[in-house]
């Protein structure tokens, strides 16, 4: 596969800027999405990354991931957004759990409590939502990574609308997404050690549009008010930098169109109407009156402490008054 040729600097942001900067020049002028009805001959497991021996790969009824165990979390969690798919027939079940699909095992909420992280959705659950088995299973740690509150509640939770959005308009989007992993990074944890990491991408392929078009976002774990297509790159640079290739099935010639070209008038950046909900099935009964209580009751401030021994800025509506993080 052909690489584009990369300047490096002494910070993250100075590789990705340089990838930008030229690769955003050479991008073609594309025409916009219109209603006509393409149809490109599917690829069955297109969204599957390269693959490498060894690498521990666990599949799930609606994503499948690479583990990786130094580091407490997935390389990379793929899975196909239907437009169908965005329409929620379940609710979030918030039980997250260990992956008893990873041999090696995975973090639990003890190792993410009272240290200030979010336990950050990389395939967001708001994907999920289309069956029981989908939903429960977005909840396992493999698919968490410590996350800033402000980032995983704001620039991070954007961006997941707006790419769940190109599913409904684009009807099907495939979707790569994980963090950025190295060595020295921060960890959090008691019994398992995690890691912290200092971005996160996703990249999504548009493959029933005519002509098909990729990109892909990389996004500092901390709040931003930029706007999303700030942060929108080549799959060329997120692969660079990540090491992972994407979308290996694709043919040669257009993987290396679609990876090495960015264009970003080429996508709706106006988030789209998501499809309203038919028929919304309890997981169980405990869970719908979870969540009727989270709707009607009124926030309050965490009584939980930081490490610092300074009160908890996360509200919660839990009736112990302690957030997610603190309750125990």
């Known amino acids: 596969m052909h690489f584009p040729k990369i300047t490096y600097t002494t910070t993250l942001f100075g590789i990705v800027f340089l990838h930008f900067s030229a690769l955003s020049q050479s991008a073609p002028s594309l025409p916009h999405h219109s ?25 799930h009824a609606g994503y499948t991931l690479s583990y990786n165990e130094q580091h407490e979390q997935a390389n990379w969690v793929a899975y196909e957004l ?35 992280y979010d336990r950050g959705h990389l395939a967001p659950a708001a994907d999920m939502g289309w069956s029981a088995i989908t939903m429960d299973e977005s909840f396992y740690f493999s698919n968490m990574s410590p996350q800033e509150p402000s980032f995983n509640r704001g620039i991070w939770k954007k961006m997941e609308d707006l790419v769940r959005s ?19 990074l921060h960890k959090i944890g008691v ?5 912290v990491p200092e971005y996160y991408y996703k990249v999504v392929l548009d493959k029933v549009s005519h002509p098909a078009k990729g990109l ?9 008010s930029e706007p999303l297509s700030t942060f929108a790159f080549s799959i060329d640079s997120v692969e660079s930098l990540t090491g992972i290739d994407f979308f290996p099935l694709l043919p040669d010639e257009e993987e290396h169109n679609l990876e090495s070209n960015l264009c970003i ?64």
């Open 216 to 224: 892909a976002f990389l996004i500092q774990n901390h709040s931003s």
């Open 35 to 59: 209603d006509t009805a393409f149809h490109h001959p599917k690829i069955e497991s297109l969204e599957i990354p390269k693959l490498h021996p060894h690498e521990e790969i666990v599949k």
């Open 166 to 184: 190109w599913a409904v308009e684009y009807k099907a989007v495939y979707v790569v997404v994980g963090p950025v992993l190295k060595p020295n």
């Open 82 to 116: 239907t437009d169908t798919e965005t329409v929620k027939q379940f609710n979030r079940t918030d039980r997250f759990k260990p992956d008893p699909a990873v041999k090696t095992h995975t973090a639990d909420n003890i190792d993410y409590q009272g240290f200030g």
């Open 265 to 328: 008038p080429c996508w709706d950046w106006n988030k789209t109407k998501l499809p309203s909900l038919h028929k919304q099935t309890p997981l169980d009964s405990d869970t719908n009156k979870g969540n009727d209580n989270h709707n009607q009751a009124e926030s309050v401030q965490c009584k939980g402490l930081t490490q610092k021994g300074e009160r908890c800025k996360n509200h919660t509506h839990n009736q112990s008054g302690y957030c997610h993080i603190h309750e125990k």
């Open 191 to 195: 019994e398992t050690k995690v890691s």
